[in-house]
Structures are given as structure tokens and as C-alpha cells.
């Protein structure tokens, strides 16, 4: 551990990387163990179409930062699974909407309680006030990720 004035680095991305990384090995895991034949990106898909039912594919390509192709791929698995359904879009035939089925909001519903225990397992030996803080830094490294896609500079800060 580097000392309080010191900036961690590159530390950061590893640390990141890896805690995401933990967090999709974990999530595929929980999912296999309870006998769910879905991949944590396509949880993701389901989870965003559970909060904005009817998007496009390239809407929800762009939401997941995955190419089209990707989650074109991802949606066929979804459809042959009988979560999801496209439907053509009433202004434009040549797009298709992509919908949640009942069965696909009933299986987003299940996996949510996977979710908890997952966050439980995370979370664990964390004092609540720490979690906090915690989501306080990522929300704020990811803001200032976003400004610099915004806004290209030399650093969050300006150039130094």
C-alpha cells in the first residue's frame, strides 16, 4: 500500500479490471448454480430493456459499449430463449424494437435476487458507510471519465 500523499496509477485500471472481472465470474457462477443458461451480458441486455422496453438494437449496442453485431448475436440468443421478441417499428419497417416477453420480465425478476446475494458477497466485511463512500469515488472516477469523452483534454484537471 503506497503512502497517503501518493497517487495510485496505473493501480486504479488493475484494481478496476479486476473487480469487474471478479464480478462476472462470480455472476456467471451464481447463474450456472441456479440453473439459469444466461451470460452476464445478457443480464445486462434484460436489465436495459427492463428499464426502457422497445429500443433498438444499436440503442441498446451503444448502452452496453458492444458492436451491434455483438449484441444482434446476443438478442438471438435472448429470442430463441423466449425473453425477448423484436418487433418492427411503426415509423420505420426496416428497424426492429427489441421487447421483453412476460417470461423474459419473470427471469429478470429471479435473476435480480441473485443479484442481491451477489452484492451481499461483495459487500461482504465493508462497513455500510465504507459502501457508500465507496460508490461516492466510482460514480466521480466515472464522471470524470465521461467528461474527458465530452470534452478531450490533458487530464480531468487541465493540462498540467
Same mark, same amino acid.
Given at each position: 500500500m503506497g503512502r497517503l500523499n501518493e497517487s495510485p496509477g496505473l493501480e486504479l485500471f488493475k484494481a478496476l479490471g479486476e473487480a469487474f472481472m471478479g464480478l462476472k465470474r462470480c455472476a456467471r457462477r451464481h447463474l450456472q448454480n441456479a440453473g439459469y443458461? !444466461? /451470460?452476464? $451480458?445478457?443480464?445486462t441486455v434484460l436489465k436495459i430493456l427492463t428499464d426502457d422496453?422497445?429500443?433498438?438494437?444499436? $440503442?441498446?449496442?451503444? &448502452? /452496453?459499449? &458492444? $458492436?451491434? /453485431? /455483438?449484441?444482434?448475436?446476443?438478442?438471438?440468443? !435472448? $429470442? &430463441?430463449k423466449n425473453l425477448v421478441v423484436r418487433i418492427p417499428d411503426r415509423s420505420d419497417r426496416r428497424k426492429r424494437s427489441v421487447y421483453l416477453t412476460h417470461q423474459g420480465r419473470q427471469r429478470v425478476a429471479e435473476v435480480e435476487k441473485l443479484a442481491s446475494t451477489l452484492l451481499d458477497q461483495a459487500y461482504c466485511d465493508i462497513a455500510p458507510e465504507r459502501q457508500w463512500t465507496l460508490m461516492e469515488w466510482l460514480r466521480q472516477v466515472t464522471a470524470n471519465l465521461n467528461r474527458d469523452l465530452d470534452t478531450p483534454q490533458e487530464g480531468c484537471c487541465g493540462p498540467k
Open positions: 443458461d !444466461l /451470460t452476464f $451480458e445478457q443480464v422496453d422497445g429500443l433498438h438494437p444499436k $440503442e441498446i449496442a451503444d &448502452r /452496453t459499449d &458492444r $458492436e451491434k /453485431t /455483438t449484441v444482434s448475436r446476443m438478442i438471438d440468443g !435472448l $429470442e &430463441r
